[in-house]
Structures are given as structure tokens and as C-alpha cells.
């Protein structure tokens, strides 16, 4: 290729990427520079502070709140992302079962309350779940024989939100397993049918083989997303009753923009974001080499 040529190249593909390149940089490598900088010392949250090393690690580590938080957070990624990511793939399968408006009309009903914001969600189960006259108060009445405040009780709390989470955000999962499964070919699965595999059979070997990258990318994005619950904490139980459902981004919250403790504050989200790097990129290979 003559040299003119390769540089004219060069120069276009970096005027393509330059931006993306620049926006980066500026909006996340910058930013993330300076909290880790920031989370060895003891600033403030607006302002300068003093240099203290390893202090504000070692106290993170006998921290007992930090460590109830993490148990809280754990805790509730149990209680979400394998059964979020099932769920979606089950209604995924039935709805790529229908046809024309109606498949459209279905999936639309699970998607709509992902673009709910979460105020608005939060209000809904409100009303839902309250103790006097909420409709959703009848099978926790058969389950228990009473009532339930499910937000001010230490065993509902968590596996509430959790409940109302997967509710509000599963219509995402749903759309990724019906693209999945719109890319596998029909004449897979008629030539299976033709040689007398049935349902189970054909989703055994055809439909989870293939289906299994997105599983994976569904079982990563959800496991990023419930390790960093918040919104739904805060608005619904403010980390009680008891501390029984305080998260790690509560905790972040509290230290920085309530306590003021910039510094310490940074620590806790330098921990935080160390950990959901290392634990979705371990779960993505994971999952990629079970598909190998």
C-alpha cells in the first residue's frame, strides 16, 4: 500500500475515533484518576485534604457497616440475577412463540415497566403492596395468614425490592433472549422436527447451545447492574428496617455527600468498582468457556 495512501487512512480512522477517544478519556479515565488519588486522602467532599496512605483501605476492612453492606448487596444479587435472567428466557420462549400484533402486543406488556422510572415504580408498589388496601397484600395473606409491611419488616425488605427490581427491570432481559432467538434458524429446527425431536429435545440441543452467549451477556449486565442497587434501596426502605437491607452505594452515599467525607467515600467506590471489574470479567470467561 503506498505510504500517502496508509496515512490518509490513518488520519480518517483516528478523525472517527479521535471523539470517542476524547469523551473517555475526559468523562472516565480523568474522572476515575481522581478518586482513586482521592481515596488516599482525607478531603472533604468539595475541597482539598491531606495525604493518609493506606489508612482509609484499612479501615474499610474492620469497617462493620461497610462489611453488613456487602453482605446485603451479595444477598441481593442472589436474589436477582439467576432468576431475573431465567424468568426472562422462560417468557422469552413463550413469547417468540406468538406471531404478528400479538407477539408485539406481549412484548410490549413485558417491556413497558423498563421505561418506567424508578419513582414512578416506587409509587406503584407502594400503593400495591400497602397494608390496608393493596392488591398485592392478598397472596402475602395466604402465605402468612396476615398482612404484611413488607418495607418495614426485616425478612420482607430485601426480597421485596428484589421482587419489584425483577418486575421492573426483566422486559430488557426479554428483549435480548427474543434477539437470540430470532438468530437461530428455522431450518435447525425444522430439520430436528423432521427427524422426531420434540420440544424438550430441540430446546436441549439447539436452543440452549445456541442461546447460551446471550445468557451469558444477560447473566454479566445483571450482575454489574444489582451490584450497584441503589435507587430502589433508597426510595423504598432507605437502607431499614435495622440496616437489614443498606447496600454498598447506600453506604458510599452516606460517607460522601451525608457525612462529607469525600475521601473515605472515594475509597468505598474505588472497592466497589475494583470488585464489579474483577467479578463480571471473571463471570464473562466463565461463561464463555463453558460455551467453548
Known amino acids: ?33 481522581k478518586m482513586v488519588e482521592l481515596s488516599f486522602t482525607n478531603a472533604p467532599l468539595v475541597g482539598g485534604g491531606h495525604w493518609v496512605g493506606w489508612a482509609n483501605y484499612i479501615r474499610l476492612a474492620r469497617d462493620a457497616l461497610f462489611l453488613q453492606s456487602v453482605g446485603h448487596t451479595i444477598y441481593f444479587v442472589v436474589l436477582t440475577v439467576i432468576p431475573t435472567t431465567l424468568l426472562g428466557l422462560v417468557i422469552a420462549l413463550a413469547v417468540s412463540r406468538l406471531s404478528g400484533k400479538l407477539q408485539s402486543l406481549v412484548l410490549a406488556a413485558f417491556f413497558l415497566p423498563y421505561i ?4 414512578v415504580v416506587f409509587r406503584i408498589w407502594e400503593w400495591m403492596l400497602d397494608p390496608q388496601f393493596g392488591i398485592a397484600q392478598w397472596p402475602v395473606r395466604l402465605l402468612t395468614g ?38 437461530i434458524s428455522q431450518d435447525v429446527r425444522d430439520a430436528a422436527a423432521l427427524d422426531g425431536a420434540g420440544a424438550m429435545a430441540q430446546f436441549r440441543f439447539i436452543t440452549w447451545p ?3 452467549p ?28 435495622f440496616n437489614s437491607t443498606y447496600v454498598v ?19 468505598v467506590a474505588v472497592a466497589l468498582f475494583v470488585a464489579i471489574a474483577a467479578l463480571s470479567t471473571l463471570q464473562f470467561q466463565a461463561l464463555r468457556a463453558r460455551s467453548a
Open 210 to 212: 445456541l442461546i447460551w
Open 116 to 119: 418506567l422510572p424508578v419513582s
Open 249 to 267: 452505594v447506600q453506604y458510599i452515599y452516606k460517607q460522601a455527600f451525608q457525612g462529607n467525607r469525600g475521601g473515605y467515600g472515594a475509597t
Open 146 to 183: 396476615h398482612t404484611v409491611a413488607m418495607w418495614s419488616d426485616p425478612l420482607w425488605a430485601m426480597p421485596s425490592v428484589a421482587f419489584i427490581t425483577i418486575w421492573w427491570t426483566n422486559g430488557f432481559n426479554v428483549l435480548l433472549f427474543i434477539a437470540g432467538l430470532r438468530n
Open 214 to 241: 446471550v445468557t451469558a451477556l444477560v447473566l454479566t449486565i445483571q450482575l454489574i447492574l444489582q451490584l450497584k442497587i441503589f435507587d430502589q434501596i433508597y426510595l423504598m426502605t432507605q437502607g431499614g428496617p
Open 1 to 33: 500500500m503506498p505510504l500517502p495512501r496508509k496515512r490518509t487512512q490513518t488520519r480518517t480512522a483516528l478523525g472517527f475515533i479521535g471523539p470517542f477517544v476524547l469523551a473517555y478519556a475526559v468523562l472516565f479515565l480523568y474522572p476515575t484518576a
